[in-house]
């Protein structure tokens, strides 16, 4: 797909406007603590979808759901402004997915392929990335959850959940 | 919300499981280049709903909707194992909104608000960081193009459009 597909796409936009309904303000957000759901940019881990969410949970996605300094970055934003900072962040969850590329695919073949395009000068620099790549989803969750309990600059009683997305059956298990 | 209201909310998995059709295998993605759609956490931010969007699509998520170093990397993972790296990407959108927490809270009002929390030794750090706090929507959507645009590590034809989302009309528009 390219740019013109993008735009495309971006037609969808005008029978969304003919029926919206309008939408609040950041300032009218609920004085109450926000939850965050961290998962895949696979199109497949739609969480929205997966668990017929109401509005409401902020969403994270990037590749593998993983817990990056990102992911720390807006959790740690979204903690210090809900409710023009009278509320925080209560709970996160975070999901990965079954059959994720990055684990049909890990570092080194993301790498191997990103030098067939990169100038040779940038090959060592490409081989010190973690573009992270994991073989066991439970494993990563729990990888995951820890990084995100461990970091010093969430709040205190920050609660951390995870849970399995199975990608054939749609089904999400609890992580415990 | 809490731990407890995640688990809520996990329970509406059980009726998508009931109607679940299946989903196809990484591997059996169609053979051609991806697009990437970047938006912000914020539940007014969805772009699948915004733009009627069919099943497609990756879509990353982060507060702003900023093209950090993680949204680079999400970007290099997809152009390197697209039809086992005999695709790649093939375009980027990158969506801000209007009323964005970050546009009505900065990185001052955010470092001020996570030193109350942190204890002291940590404030030079947080004093250092940068929570992608934004003033202009079209100004930061062009910044995250250009960062886009200039990495080396993704492919050289990649197409990069930006949209500015209304967060009370629901209308997106170009920037050009």
């Known amino acids: 797909m390219s740019a013109a597909m993008l735009r495309e ?4 936009n005008d029978e969304h406007v003919k029926s919206f309904s309008g939408s609040i303000k950041f300032s009218d957000f609920p004085k109450q603590d926000a ?11 739609n969480i929205i ?8 949970p902020a969403i994270l996605r990037n590749a593998g759901g993983r817990a990056t300094p990102d992911a720390l970055r ?4 979204l903690a210090s402004i809900m409710a023009n900072g009278q509320s925080t962040l209560g709970a996160v969850a975070v999901i990965h997915h079954t059959d994720c ?4 695919f ?3 073949f993301i790498h191997e392929r990103m030098k067939m395009n990169a100038p040779e000068h940038l ?10 790549g994991f073989t066991d989803v439970e ?3 729990k990888e995951d959850m820890a990084i995100i309990k461990a970091d010093s600059f969430l709040p205190k009683g920050l609660e951390v959940l995870g849970f399995i997305h199975d990608s054939f059956t749609g089904k999400t298990t609890e992580v415990v």
Do not use: E, Y
């Open 9 to 12: 796409l971006a037609k969808g």
């Open 35 to 45: 939850v965050i759901i961290l998962t895949c940019m696979d199109p497949r881990s």
């Open 49 to 56: 979808d997966t668990w017929n969410l109401p509005f409401g």
């Open 74 to 77: 807006s959790m740690q934003v």
């Open 101 to 104: 590329g990055l684990v049909n």
């Open 106 to 108: 890990g570092n080194d």
């Open 123 to 132: 090959h060592k620099q490409i081989d010190g990335m973690d573009h992270g």
């Open 139 to 141: 494993a990563s969750i």
